[in-house]
């Protein structure tokens, strides 16, 4: 840095001893450049003094400081006349910084500007490339009208320049004359008509950009290209690629048919059949030629006859047939859409965010939805980019994931959210976790969630709330979950923790207006404690809307209100009033009197606001002779069902815009936004996009026949400049083995047409999709450590306590009604939960702990032994963690160390009659009951037709074995897949569960067997306490084996891959390095599994297996035997 | 569609201001007309609204501009821009900007920038036409611009001759724009750095909730003429999701899973990565670590205690530990046995530099935490973020096979060096003391 400055002294240094002064202080100083900085009068003088000096080191040192003076956005316009002399300076440096000056100026300085314009003209003449090209990009970068017509004709001229290089520089003019003048729009078209043939990858970019600024409508102009931009995308540059995927997009969503109809069931889409009128078509009435085809698109029209000849020989067969049959036609892909859609998919591999963002969007708006995935492993990449690449990376996959969530499932994990991540990415990833949230997740991400509201940053904290909220309406499984946890929220420390909970169950309750009269109640207290306004507003809110379910509470609560009435705040104050009308109109008896206190007080306030509404109200609900009919409807008008507020996504329909521009960021249309245009109904005519070779041979007469023969040579693009044959040797060496190998590609695809594209594809997709399938499987896969504990419960009763303190403090009839009426929620609440538990399992009652029970906040805490007897304890537990006591226990269940991705077949396909399915064991805590394995069931429908109504018919189950069954399955698609989640009771055994697998008109006898390891949940333990468990399951309870391995397989590594391979187990942290430990626990009964590997002398180890379950500890230990053993 | 009718103003990138962090307006470049310094009062006003510098939104609406900014070593690049585009497009374009100035000066800051000031006004120049980027790779640009260094200046001072090239570089008219012709080396050599971050966050409970290893590979090339050099991997399909310089052929890597590519001249990522999730990722460190607070009382205790796991029997170096303690937290008052550490009682960030682990002695630091009194206790402990260094380990266990050199007869001298780092390396490993 110092020697930066340095040197830059030094070399201004050897000017005139005039600035020597200058120059010196500006070493001295840290900050030396400021002393070019600073503009004074005098100073301006000197520098006229300079730049008229004959040595060009004094002109250079003045035109450094102008620089400086523009850049610090200082007003050097009056230097002009000395700077415009020296336009014509032979030393490059000094040319280049006038040319800096001139554009800057130009605009302010017409008439002298002209002066320079001749200087100009004659570099454009220039045999130097480099000058031609400066010259005409500072000619046209001066914004003068006078000089229009010359700066036509320099970009006339310099689109047929022989250097690549100088047409990039004419297409970039060609926008800047556009914006300078208007008119002249007409002819810079017919330049990039013209620029648009050009083959050199330097131009294309940049002449697209041109088009797309000056006549983006005019796709006609595109067509005769299309298949060379398509084919040159790989190897422009990344600037250019961008622009030109974004054109691309918008051409082929006017020129193709939608690939997606067959998904989409659009009434919009009658779809008239894409008939083809080959000849008839419009665009082809301009080319009468007869039609040479390159040998390149040769046979990709050959496709398109082949094509056409199909459509119309089937179209003229389904002319009789029903309307209605016409969906069921293949849909068959322009070749052209598919070379797009090919060509792009390398390029999510590039370094440049923005490619890769346009390739995603491409594939997004034009693809078929089944081959969309594949961009979503590139988008997660970008997430380890710099803060602003995130941000608009993860909007965009907000807005994708709330319409195909399976996309970005797989993924989930990325987007946990870092405490280290600024808060707008952070907000960012909880909206696409929330947009991820399914069934199978829930419990996973509730957990998460719980870690998130803890966070000490608040406005995330108060998000997560939200998404919770969220979470609940959206998978109505949790529902009771989060509003549970919820509740606890409002024993949180933190004000804006509780004031967002409160806002968010108001929304809950409204959204499920069933019994949640101890919810309101306890919220009824709170209102003495909180201070937001927002929360204060919704608890009046709630009450005044529910004020005839808690009868007793609601007129108290108006009661301390109108005391603290002037002191609210405004929002506060229109609540209470609405509070007092609700209750007036129920309970006139015991609240007229404060209601009428109340509505004097807000007659005076301060808030015209509250005036009126007094006003209104007084008059709507007070009988007085003048008031009239409205009156009698007050009670309508107050007490009227309100719609649940909907808790939507911002991002929601958000992909109207085109994913990746600003507009999509800023969610309004911004300007210049081109419109993305719907689908075609039938597609125009394909063969436009035929290339006619006697244009070609004119245009490319100099290229050679060679370049005729392969005009798509991708990654050594030809230019024009290098046309004479005498390639360096290095580069035409490589270039064959480049070649060979994409030419026969490129060949091979084109014969075979569709097919084959689309087993090129395959060799890479069922790979990634394999991968994808196993990631996911991982993702889901998280519990934590913190589902029961013991010592939560003395937390909670000490929060209980705090509870009853306040309680206290409440009048005595309050009190008395609490009490009254929260046995009777209790009793509701049993008959509630039996309801639910009959369909699932029917655990006895034996700890009365109830869901709703607000008043000591227990929260069903489970021992890992004790049966217990809530819907989903499990999914309780992960939102225990809200609750303030994080403590530690000696046996939590843990996350899944690992989740093998193997699938086991349930049904095949064969005999399925077409209906596969597989299952798999995602090793998380199962949501439909504790002692539950969840399986997923993945059904795939092989036939061509839809299968209606999967579901599972009889079962035939072992003694005590239960089973939670999946929803029917309304119908599954041809090709389509879905994955449902069971939960099976295996009762610790490893017997069959039996059932029958049943469609609309079959059914197919199955069976799970679980393998031993699955019937486990990971435990983490300390290694003191495994000591002590294992101390305690000595004896008969112990089973132990000797293994003879290889050294190698005994690495710590490959000992715990092995392990929670096969089996379900925790690792417990080891001091030693011999010996591994792990800890696990049976699912249905809760028994302690603890294996325990110690390494031996040679190549020996020892395996030990302690658990009270003593069958299924054998049976682990013959499993684990040869596994541990193998090499 | 329908037909545009008025002259929209398409330009890309319309002007861009430099904004150091006390909100000077350092440098205004514009590539069409004058935009004043006014626009960027809007900017400020966000900068107001965002809690810190990181929250600034990157896209900022304005009647009738739109400003989309980077933050990039404690400088603002504000961007202005009249109609749609894509913003990642920008973005990615300031922060090749930024790139650039960090390659020709060293650094990219301030002063360095103002020392700079005509350079860096002829790079913009060249990197940008019309708003549309023209000239960015970094070989191209220093045959146009000569980065400053005190030996060329002495010479240009002497001859008169200028740092400006005045002949087009080769590398915009050939098919390997990346690379400049006629390199000339004495010692031919050519350097590959295999760098491995992993990301990963650790739970209460100690277990992983998210592992992930991520890896790049830096390359230094010093090889004369025109080299076309293929790189292979004993188990390339480790690499999951890579992301490659524009070099790089892509069908060879698809078929043959082989880096195949003509190299840029100098210093370059060669490609990124990501190693896939299946794998299981070794945690190399594990850290203990307790705070526990008194109910009422202005103390706490504070202790933590780093190990090494699964190391593969090398030195876990360069360890850092930080720790945004929580706002009610005044001072610390810690003993480490290892290393030395720093409270920032502002910013409330502990930062604890441990260096080596040697297994026979465990680092810790151990000692009080200053509350303020009165203040509620702490809620919740703050999570850790670890920073270590593995040299010559490549934790996924890529290994690179060989290289081989076709087009040139020389032989260079090749090296292949593994690094592993903690990358973002979270662990909430902390119990509330009750």
């Known amino acids: 840095m110092s020697s930066n400055s340095f040197a830059y002294n030094e070399q201004s240094g050897g000017g005139e001893a005039t600035e020597l002064g200058q120059e010196a202080t500006s070493t001295i100083s840290p900050s030396g450049a400021f002393g070019l900085f600073s503009s004074d009068m005098k100073k301006n003088e000197d520098l006229k003094q300079m730049l008229e000096s004959n040595k060009d080191s004094a002109k250079l040192d003045a035109m450094k400081r102008i620089v400086g003076m523009i850049a610090k956005g200082k007003n050097a316009s009056e230097l002009f006349p000395a700077v415009v002399k020296n336009v014509a300076s032979k030393n490059i440096e ?5 040319y800096v000056y001139l554009v800057r100026y130009a605009e302010e300085q017409q008439d002298l500007a002209l002066l320079s314009i001749s200087t100009f003209q004659r570099a454009l003449k220039d045999p130097n490339q480099l000058i031609r090209a400066s010259a005409l990009r500072v000619l046209s970068s001066i914004r003068v009208p006078i000089i229009v017509p010359i700066m036509m004709l320099a970009i006339k001229e310099a689109s047929a320049d022989l250097s690549p290089y100088v047409r990039k520089n004419a297409a970039h003019a060609i926008q800047k004359l556009y914006s300078l003048d208007p008119e002249q729009k007409e002819m810079l078209i017919e330049i990039i008509e013209k620029l648009l043939k050009d083959k050199s990858t330097l131009v294309a970019g940049s002449v697209v950009m041109a088009f797309e600024e000056v006549c983006p409508d005019r796709i006609d102009l595109i067509h005769k290209n299309y298949r060379k931009l398509c084919n040159l995308l790989v190897d422009v540059e990344e600037w250019g690629q961008v622009v030109i995927i974004h054109m691309l997009t918008r051409y082929a969503r006017t020129q193709f048919v939608s690939p997606w109809r067959e998904v989409d069931s659009l009434p919009a889409e009658p779809q008239g059949k894409p008939k083809n009128t080959g000849m008839g078509s419009l665009s082809l009435l301009q080319r009468i030629f ?35 049959d016409k969906r069921k036609r293949p849909y068959a892909m322009d070749p052209d859409h598919r070379l797009l859609i090919r060509n792009t998919k390398p390029l999510l591999q590039s370094r440049n965010a923005a490619v890769v963002m346009a390739v995603a969007q491409l594939y997004w708006h034009i693809a078929p939805k089944s081959e969309a995935g594949i961009i979503s492993k590139s988008l997660v990449r970008l997430l380890r980019s710099s803060r602003e690449v995130q941000y608009i990376v993860l909007q965009n996959i907000a807005t994708m994931s709330i319409q195909r969530k399976g996309m970005f499932e797989p993924y989930l994990k990325s987007f946990y959210v870092r405490s280290t991540d600024p808060t707008m990415i952070k907000i960012l990833k909880l909206e696409i976790l929330t947009n991820l949230a399914n069934e199978a997740n829930i419990s996973t991400l509730l957990r998460e969630f719980q870690t998130y509201v803890k966070s000490q940053d608040k406005q995330f904290a108060a998000a997560t709330i939200q998404t919770i909220g969220r979470c609940a309406t959206s998978i109505t499984e949790v529902s009771d979950t989060c509003l549970n946890g919820l509740v606890c929220l409002l024993s949180n420390r933190d004000e804006i923790v509780v004031a967002e909970s409160v806002v968010v169950i108001k929304k809950l309750l409204q959204m499920q207006p069933m019994q949640h009269g101890e919810i309101i109640k306890h919220m009824a207290k709170l209102l003495d404690s909180i201070t937001v306004p927002v929360a204060r507003a919704s608890i009046l809110w709630l009450i005044g809307e529910n004020c005839e379910r808690v009868p007793k509470i609601a007129p108290d609560v108006l009661r301390k209100t109108a005391k603290s009435f002037t002191s609210e705040d405004d929002l506060v104050k229109l609540q209470i009033l609405n509070l ?29 606001d509250i005036r009126d509404r007094t006003r209104f109200i007084r008059q709507l609900i007070v009988p007085n002779e003048k008031s009239g009919a409205l009156s009698k409807y007050a009670k309508k008008i107050f007490l009227a069902q309100k719609p649940a507020p909907l808790l939507e996504s911002p991002f929601k329909d958000r992909d109207h815009f085109q994913l990746g ?32 070779v006697i244009e070609l041979a004119k245009e490319w007469t100099p290229a050679g026949k060679a370049k005729k023969e392969n005009p798509d040579k991708k990654f050594y693009s030809e230019s024009e400049e290098e046309e004479d044959s005498s390639e360096s040797s290095s580069d035409s060496e490589s270039e064959s083995g480049s070649e060979s190998g994409e030419d026969g590609e490129d060949e091979e695809d084109d014969h075979s047409g569709d097919s084959a594209e689309d087993s090129g594809e395959s060799g890479s997709e069922p790979e990634a999709g394999k991968g994808r399938a196993a990631t996911r499987s991982r993702a889901r896969g998280r519990g934590d450590s913190k589902d029961v504990d013991k010592e939560k419960e003395n937390s909670k009763t000490s929060e209980s306590s705090s509870g009853e303190s306040s309680s206290i403090e409440e009048s005595s009839s309050d009190s008395e009604s609490e009490s009254e009426s929260e046995s009777e929620s209790e009793s509701r609440k049993v008959t509630k939960e039996k309801k639910k538990k009959t369909k699932q399992e029917r655990n006895p009652l034996t700890k009365d702990v109830s869901l709703l029970d607000l008043d000591d906040f ?59 399915a597989h299952y798999f064991f995602p090793r998380q805590p199962c949501i439909f009951g504790d002692k539950m394995v969840s399986v997923q069931i993945t059904l795939n429908n092989t036939t061509d037709q839809k299968i209606e109504n999967i579901h599972v018919g009889g079962k035939k189950l072992p003694m005590g074995m239960q089973m939670h069954v999946f929803n029917p399955i309304e119908s599954l698609e041809p090709a389509g897949s879905i994955t449902v989640s069971m939960g099976i009771d295996f009762c610790d055994s490893t017997q069959t569960a039996s059932f029958q697998l049943c469609t609309k008109d079959d059914c197919f006898s199955v069976n799970i067997q679980p393998p031993v390891g699955e019937l486990l949940l990971p435990v983490a333990m300390s290694e003191k306490d495994f000591k002590k468990e294992q101390g305690m399951l000595s004896g008969m309870n112990e089973t132990s084996t000797m293994i003879i391995a290889a050294p190698q397989n005994f690495a710590s590594s490959v000992i715990l891959q092995k392990i929670v391979n096969v089996a379900n187990v925790g690792v417990v942290p080891s001091g030693q390095d011999n010996i591994h430990r792990f800890a696990a626990k049976t699912v249905h009964s809760g028994s302690l599994m603890l294996v325990t590997v110690e390494l031996k002398e040679g190549s020996t180890a020892q395996l030990i297996i302690n658990t009270e379950k003593t069958v299924i500890g054998s049976v682990l230990l013959r499993e684990l035997k040869p596994v541990l053993s193998q090499g | 569609m329908e037909e545009v009718t008025a002259a929209t103003q398409r330009k890309m990138i319309h002007s861009l201001f430099l904004i150091n962090c006390s909100g000077d307006i350092f440098l ?14 809007y900017f400020f006003e966000a900068q107001e609204k965002a809690a810190d510098v990181e929250n600034v939104p990157p896209v900022i609406s304005t009647p009738h501009h739109y400003l989309i900014s980077i933050y990039r070593d404690k400088l603002f690049f504000v961007s202005v821009i009249q109609t749609e585009v894509p913003p990642l497009f920008v973005i990615e374009f300031l922060h090749r900007v930024a790139d650039t100035f960090q390659d020709y000066f060293g650094e990219c800051s301030e002063a360095a920038i103002k020392d700079n000031v005509v350079i860096v006004y002829e790079l913009l120049e060249e990197m940008l036409d019309n708003g549309f980027p023209l000239a960015t790779e970094s070989n191209i640009l220093k045959e146009l611009i000569k980065p400053p260094t005190i030996l060329r200046s002495v010479v240009n001072s002497i001859t008169g001759s200028s740092n400006v090239g005045d002949t087009l570089p080769t590398g915009q008219l050939s098919n390997i724009p990346w690379r400049r012709a006629g390199v000339k080396y004495t010692n031919n050599e050519a350097y590959f750095d295999v760098v491995e971050e992993i990301d990963a966050i650790i739970d209460k409970s100690g277990s992983t909730v998210f592992a992930e290893i991520q890896g790049v590979i830096d390359a230094c090339i010093k090889l004369s003429g ?85 190391n593969m029997g090398k030195t876990i170096e360069g360890i850092t530990v930080t720790v945004h303690m929580p706002k009610v937290v005044l001072n610390m008052n810690l003993t480490p046995t290892q290393g030395s550490y720093t409270f ?20 810790s630091l151990k000692g009080l935490v200053n509350l303020q009194s009165g203040a509620p206790k702490p809620e919740e402990n703050p999570s850790l973020n670890i920073q270590f260094k593995i040299q010559q380990l490549a934790i996924s266990g890529l290994k690179v096979n060989r290289l081989d050199m076709y087009g040139e007869k020389y032989k260079p001298f090749k090296g292949v060096k593994y690094v592993t780092k903690a990358g973002k390396f979270q662990d909430n490993q902390y119990q509330l003391g009750s």
């Open chain 2, 28 to 41: 205004e470049k514009h590539w069409k007309s004058v935009v004043s310094q006014s626009v960027c009062d």
């Open chain 2, 226 to 310: 025109m080299p076309d050099l293929s790189l292979s991997f004993m188990n390339p399909r480790l690499l999951d999701d890579v992301s490659f310089h524009p070099c790089i052929r892509f069908k060879r890597w698809e078929s043959e899973r082989v880096l195949s590519f003509i190299p840029p001249d100098g210093n370059f990522r060669l490609i990124s990565y990501r190693v896939s999730s299946q794998n299981l990722v070794a945690i190399p460190v594990y850290v203990k670590h307790s705070i526990s607070f008194k109910e009422n009382s202005s103390c706490g205790r504070f202790d933590i205690t780093i190990g090494p796991k699964q």
């Open chain 1, 94 to 98: 000094i040319k280049k910084l006038v």
């Open chain 1, 858 to 916: 227990n929260l069903v805490s489970t021992p890992v032994a004790l049966p217990t007897p809530a819907l989903s304890p499990s999914l309780i537990a992960d939102l225990e963690g809200l609750n303030l006591s994080a403590t530690s226990s000696v046996i939590s269940v843990s996350t899944p160390v690992f989740v093998p991705g193997k699938t086991h077949v349930l049904l095949h396909r064969m005999s399925g009659k077409g209906l596969a």
């Open chain 1, 290 to 324: 007869p039609i040479y085809i390159s040998s390149r698109n040769y046979v990709s029209f050959l496709g398109d006859v082949l094509e056409d000849n199909e459509k119309d020989f089937y179209d003229s067969d389904e002319e009789q047939k029903e309307k209605a």
């Open chain 1, 661 to 692: 521009t600003l507009s999509h960021t800023l969610n309004t249309k911004a300007t210049g936004y081109l419109e993305l245009s719907n689908w075609p109904e039938v597609a125009p005519d394909p063969s436009v996009r035929n290339v006619e």
């Open chain 1, 580 to 608: 007092g009308a609700k209750l007036y109109l129920t309970n006139s008896k015991q609240t007229k009197l404060l209601t009428q206190y109340i509505l004097n007080l807000g007659k005076y306030d301060q808030n015209y």
């Open chain 2, 344 to 363: 920032d009682p502002v910013t409330k960030v502990l930062t604890w530099d441990v260096g080596k682990i040697t297994p026979q002695k465990l680092p």
